[in-house]
DNA sequence: ACCTAAACCTGGGCGC
DNA sequence: TGCGCCCAGGTTTAGG
């Protein structure tokens, strides 16, 4: 779930059932995951639910907040009369570690399978001391997702890209320069803009710029749009899959055919991550 | 300041 | 069916 639009579907989702409920009790069930303690948040009732890049921030009417970050595989699922999905029939399962019991007789899962994520309590005054809020860069989609700090603007991306000699695609997903891209869409939005991924930041031309951060918006809209990527285990609030893995323009496609000429798209590894691309539309 | 590899974990897919 | 290997929407940390 894990870039920006995922996370936004889920908290758009959670904002819908979670808002006005109550935290009736809280079972740790793998202590690795939570940090805090329970009995700040038992009794409170959620107040409103808000994302800074992939981080969600759920404040309760207590002082207190929950900082939720869901990593690789981290999964928050509502089960409750209003959902009552297959998906969320079948939980708890062997991959949920922390089930809130909401009032209404309904639940809040977290699973995550490989167990990266993390849910901390904190003041709710203290959040904007964590590096997770602190350390990051501006939004992309400030004003369409309701959530973030201050807007990623066409001169303030130029400001970002321009001396650094660091490989663009490495660049757009540093949370600390914007927030919230990933691999999925930093990939797809470099094909978008036909600039190849292995090049230094410092060296896209003006125009390219321009066209870079129209494609950025671009992809994370459409993200949006096709409810999040769900290529592997990214479900939203209610359990349900997201689509924009169907309309994915080059992310996992190594060896298939570019979706505008053809050729075979290439993979590499930039950052540790892998990278796809088209040689041939990709300058 | 910058780059890489490894670490945190489990599971799925592939070749043999 | 099983084994070994590589892959995975992220981030942090250690080392060069």
């Known amino acids: 779930m894990p870039e920006l639009p ?3 579907t889920i908290r758009r989702g959670l ?3 979670l808002v006005g409920r109550k935290i009736e009790n809280v079972e740790v069930r793998l202590a690795r995951i939570f ?6 948040i038992t009794g409170a009732k959620f107040k409103d639910i808000k994302r800074f890049g992939k981080a969600l921030v759920l404040d309760l009417n207590n002082g207190y907040s929950l900082a939720i970050h869901v990593k690789m595989t981290g999964q928050l699922v509502y089960k409750g009369k209003e959902n009552s ?3 969320a029939k079948q939980l ?6 922390v089930i809130f019991t909401l009032d209404r007789g309904a639940f809040l899962f977290y699973n995550d399978i490989r167990q990266f994520g993390w849910i901390k ?10 590096n997770f809020f602190k350390d990051l860069g501006p939004e992309p989609l400030v004003g369409q997702t309701s959530s973030g700090q201050s807007n990623l603007t066409l001169d303030k991306f130029k400001e970002i890209i321009s001396n650094k000699s660091t490989n663009i695609k490495v660049l757009l997903m540093d949370q600390k320069k914007i927030a919230g891209v990933g691999n999925i869409y930093a990939n797809d939005a470099l094909f978008l803009a036909g600039i190849d991924p292995r090049r230094p930041a410092k060296s896209l031309a003006e ?9 950025i918006i671009e992809v994370l809209k459409r993200g949006l749009k096709y409810g999040g990527s769900s290529e592997n285990t990214y479900v939203n609030a209610l359990g349900e899959t997201g689509s924009y893995q169907e309309y994915a323009l080059v992310y996992g496609k190594t060896g298939k055919p570019c979706p505008k000429c053809g050729t075979p798209i290439e993979f590499v590894r930039l950052g540790g991550r892998g990278t796809f691309f088209c040689s041939s539309c990709q300058h």
């Not at 309590?121 to 964590?130: C, D, M, N």
């Not at 125009?207 to 494609?215: F, G, P, Q, R």
């Open 85 to 87: 999905s297959e998906f």
């Open 121 to 130: 309590v904190l003041k709710t005054q203290e959040v904007q001391k964590q």
């Open 35 to 40: 940090q805090g303690d329970i009995k700040d």
């Open 6 to 8: 995922e996370v936004e």
């Open 92 to 97: 708890p399962s062997k991959f949920t570690h």
């Open 15 to 17: 904002e819908k059932y």
């Open 207 to 215: 125009d390219e710029i321009v066209k870079l951060y129209k494609a």
